[in-house]
């Protein structure tokens, strides 16, 4: 066999950057490994290594009434309330992508109102919301304000996604499905929103995950029902036990199925596209 061409070989930068991206991958996803390992401690084992046997007994423990009895009601919760801010975020994201393909006075301000919430401190956005409640006379609850505040982290990232993907939307397709006798009605369901329903999937999942993580901005406006996060960070003061991080394994896991599921989903889309093309 000839030696291989010198020109072919990978330069030293190659190894040199691949090792970095490594170191980074296990500075970022090693703590999450080491939480998933403690989870399935024994029933005397503790908070760190070495593991004193392995079982699922601190994932029982979460279901059994005690200290962490709040914890099933406030996933619950989280679930509910990730799925609604998830569902506006969806609808006002299209119909604002949908407004902005055609400008309009004072649509460059509109726009930067909309996103100027991810530059302001989160505890200060919940703060603020919290205040204007109390000045209104309102009672702060888990579907009121923290709906609002949550919406504030969720809403900016829709819009920045969905106008990428109507950047890239051809418009021949309603003009065609226009010539062809399509109502507004009809071209919306049947040619506007197929073709962005994988980016409406997309802005879906991130509003859900984003929702369903968030801690900083809910808790000054939860009301007296807690949310998984704020539920879990009351307990790291008063628990210490691997129960904690049979909690973060549940929780990441939920995060992961999401993900997933929507993944799959617009990769069946994307095949079924494809399919019916040629």
Known sequence: MSARDPRERRPWTFYALASLMGLFLLFLYGPMLVIYLLSFQGPDGGVTFPMVGSSTF????????????????????????????????????????????????????????????????????????GLGFQLFGWEPGLFTSALAAQLTWTLPFGLFAMFAVFNRFNRAYEEAATDLGASAWQRLRHVTLPILLPGILGVAMGAFTLSYDEYARTTLVAGNRNTLPLEIYALISSATSPTLFAIGTLTTAVSFLVIGATLALVIRLQRRRAAAAR
């Open 58 to 129: 601190w994932f029982e423990e979460i279901l059994r009434p005690g200290q962490m009895a709040n914890i099933p009601a406030a996933f619950g919760r989280s679930l509910l309330l990730a799925a609604i801010v998830s569902l506006l975020t969806v609808l006002i994201s299209v119909a604002a992508g949908m407004g902005f393909r055609r400008r309009f006075p004072g649509s460059g301000v509109l726009f930067y109102l909309a996103v100027a919430s991810l530059v302001m401190p989160s505890l200060l956005v919940g703060f603020g919301i």
